[in-house]
């Protein structure tokens, strides 16, 4: 109780520290909804404040956000929680762009500011169709959408189009987690065990986790297989049994590791393979190492019940029997067989590489593009 009013004080005057700035130093605000944010604003931080040495402040919900305690002069870092402070930071925002991952701008009980003219910007937390992945009204009240690829903008334009909506800026942007993921690729990393396998699932009621995922981190580990859990971040919140199950049956097994937060790139890297259901890292592990993704074939997860609306595909189902196999739950026993195979796939780099180069805008240049429009922004403004 002491410590939650303690951060609940902390985040009022973190939010009247921010609104002490100047003008001038609040121009360019990110902000933060959950510890997956910095994942997909990182490059174009760096961009802006490591090499255009432009000022920036970082708004985040996320009390131990590594943000918070950068070093980079460039950058003001603010905890405002996820109450009221975080509501009134945003009603009440004189900035003149505010970039962020977060869906739903409006819809909710986070709203536009009342009294700036603020431009708001949306950047992606997934390659995923718009459509599919994000709610109906997810992104009405931005006024620019940083795109991965191009199916973002047919969705996009089919949506205003349809709904008979205003037109959105819509900048050919790319994906700044997969170009941070192939930097990483391309840098140092010290080897590990090749036979490490990542299970990573998504949220949601059909989530393989709760569909499958005790047996199947069974038959991994009696395959003697090295596993990785890496649940969604609402899992960890809203599956504190299923977790806790998890980790009785599991946790002292050496072969063995839960992560709670991002997989370490040691592991990422090293890995022989990832299992997962409708998340959007498995585009991220596919496009990064050219390699299959095992799929477990459990319902789709839809936010959007009208996404049939747009007449368009969502790229996940285009591309997921191209990018690796689909597995049925009730057939999990194959699975191991199907790793050690793996690496005898005969074209499956060439096929997922263009893929890729067919979806993703800029590949290692969205900072860059990202950087250049903002820029071009201030100056207009």
Known sequence: MKISKLFFNYSWQELKRFKKLSDLERTIVFYA??????????????????????????VTSVKDDPMLSSKNPKIKSFYIGTGNARIQFFVTLQAKILLMDMPDLGSFHIKRSKVHPVHYIYIFHSMFSSHSYLRKEALDNYDTIFCVGK????????????????????????????????????????????????ITPTYGNDNLLETCGIELIDILLNANLKVVLRPHFKILKDSTKL?????????????????????????????????????????????????????????????????????????????????????????????????????EISNSSKQIKKILSETVFNIGESAKVGANFIQQLIVSN
Request: proline share 6%; with cysteine; hydrophobic share 35%.
């Open 243 to 343: 977790i806790k199950s998890i980790q009785n049956k599991f946790g002292s097994n050496p072969n063995f590791s839960l992560e709670n937060g991002k997989i370490p790139p040691k592991l990422f890297h090293n890995s022989l393979c990832m299992i997962s259901d409708w998340s959007g890292i498995s585009f991220e592990y596919a496009f990064t190492f050219e390699r299959p993704i095992i799929f477990i074939d459990v319902p789709k997860k839809i936010l959007n019940p009208n996404y049939n609306d747009i007449f368009l595909e969502p790229i996940e189902v285009t591309h997921r029997n191209q990018l690796g196999h689909v597995v049925l739950p009730s057939n999990l026993n194959v699975i191991p067989e199907l790793i050690k195979n793996m690496n």
């Open 151 to 198: 199916h973002h903008i047919d969705e996009i334009r089919k949506a205003e189009e349809v709904y008979g909506l205003k037109p959105k800026k819509l900048i050919k942007y790319g994906f700044g987690r997969l170009d941070d993921l192939l930097k990483e690729k391309n840098q140092k990393i010290d080897s590990v065990n090749r036979n490490v396998i990542l």
């Open 33 to 58: 909804e959950n510890k997956a944010s910095i994942n997909h604003c990182h490059a174009l931080i760096n961009e802006l404040t490591e090499k255009r040495n432009l000022q920036i402040c970082y």
